[in-house]
């Protein structure tokens, strides 16, 4: 039950469904939740209103104009349309490591998540939608705005996807999709119709058919058996010329890939989610490769008699060592990903710090550098030509120029986003990447238009560091200056 005073008078009003799902996502430890409203949302978007009410100074909250307190945490965000509200979650949850979440109305809005959904999902991030549905009485009649959602969620939320049906059965939907969303790294959803959404919650009760739920989850240490890093081992010390591509999964492990490549005198390419994982200055690191990379990564590749791949699934095998060239050795999280794009002599599945730090004692040092040397070489020329490349007279403009000077500017623990095409060709070989700073794009759905949403998401989760957006003309007309309004709304 909760308290709403007006006029002198005391109005007690029963928790709905709508309230129970604001308060089970805070319970979840959700700080807030990107969407735009509609009517098919109405009882869940009323759950903010009420969270927000209890905590205002008239009902004796503790809230002040412009600030969040606690209590009436998670807060709702008003994206512009909702294919920008999953991209804001999905990029919440890239920069926090935390679950994203976003919610949509009923059918049209319930559809254009779904570009978002598809981003967060092929590059692994913990992302909520929850949705609304017609009515309980009205679905299986063509009703307005009534959209197959199991079906159509069916793809992006293949781990998880329910419709709730009765008061009693939201809490554990709301625990397994945040449960599911972070053991998985995945997109869930729930879908909510409108009337089920303004009935009184209902605790599970003590009987046959209901199911009793929780709120929690704690991440596993996850690390290769000792005979298989030792295998592993085996391989890379052997190597003469060793060469290891990290990805986004070794984002929290930049100080173990420091030390395992200096121990093999490795050079250190980075695919292009993993762009923040290493300093760009660090000894070895050849930057980005692919499509947008650097010719010392190319080189690299071409020839090295040893891969370790670390936290990564970059899908271009042309850039990698030809099949039989090198003998490798691979590090991911998820057993899915292992074998996956090079023919892998050991492949270990666990976190990449967790591993790289199990690794290291087994590693034996190599004499020879000059592996490592002629790839520094490279960078240094390669440097030379993008400074040169830069300089290019254009009309009006050079853009190659506006990143070349961009990176001399840097403030320390700046977040970049970037949009897909040329725009993600600039900032994966001219932006030098110091310890501290963040950044992402769109990885292996490359779609346009997620650098203004992303960097919104990245200015609420870190309000005191500097959020640069890189975005292309074409995806800024697309929908970026739709993400204004939200600026101009949120700003202050």
Known sequence: ??????????????????????????????????????????GITAGFEHAEARASPATGGARKRGAVEENESPRFIQAR????AAFM????????????????????????????LYDADTDHMPVVAIVGQAATTAMGGSYQQEVDLQALFKDVARNYVTTVTSPAAVRHAIDRAFRIAL?????????????????????????????????????????????DLKRAAEVLNAGEK?????????????????????????????????????????????????LLGTKPSWDMMKNCDTLLMVGSTFPYSEFLPKEGQARAVQIDLKGRNLGLRYP??????????????????????????AFRQELETGMREWRETLTAMAQTPAKPLNPALVFHELNKQLPDR????????????????????????????????????????????????????????????????MNGLNVLITVKKYWK
Not at 348 to 369: F, H, I, M, V
């Open 1 to 42: 039950m909760f308290v709403l005073h007006h006029d002198g008078y005391r109005f007690v009003m029963a928790k709905t469904v709508g309230d129970f799902i604001h308060e089970r996502m805070r319970a979840w430890g959700v700080t807030r939740v990107f969407g735009y409203p509609g009517d098919g949302i109405n």
């Open 81 to 84: 349309h909702e294919e920008l």
């Open 89 to 116: 979650a999905g990029a919440h949850a890239k920069f926090t490591g935390e679950v994203g979440v976003c919610l949509a109305t009923s059918g049209p809005g319930a559809i254009h998540l779904l570009n978002g």
């Open 183 to 227: 053991s998985e790294r995945c997109v869930t959803c729930v879908i909510v119709p409108k009337d089920v959404q303004e009935m009184p919650f209902e605790t599970p009760p003590h009987e046959h058919n209901t199911i009793h739920s929780s709120v929690g989850y704690l991440a596993p240490r996850v690390i290769p058996r000792e005979v």
């Open 242 to 290: 060793v060469a290891m591509l990290i990805g986004a999964g070794a984002i929290n492990a930049s100080s173990e890939v420091i030390q395992v490549a200096d121990i093999l005198g490795a050079g250190i390419a980075k695919a292009l989610l993993g762009k923040a994982a290493l300093p760009d200055d660090t000894p070895g690191c050849t930057g980005s490769i692919g």
């Open 344 to 369: 892998m002599e050991v492949a270990l599945e666990g976190d990449a710090a967790e591993s790289l730090r199990a690794l290291l004692p087994y590693l034996k040092r190599k004499p020879n550098r």
């Open 414 to 477: 700046a977040i970049f986003t970037a949009d897909a095409g040329s725009t993600a060709t600039w900032y994966a070989r001219y932006l030098d990447f110091r310890a501290g700073m963040m950044g992402s794009l769109s990885g292996s759905l490359a779609t346009m238009g997620p650098a203004m949403p992303y960097a919104v998401a990245a200015k609420f989760a870190y309000p005191d560091r500097p959020v640069f957006a890189l975005a292309g003309d074409g995806a800024m007309q």
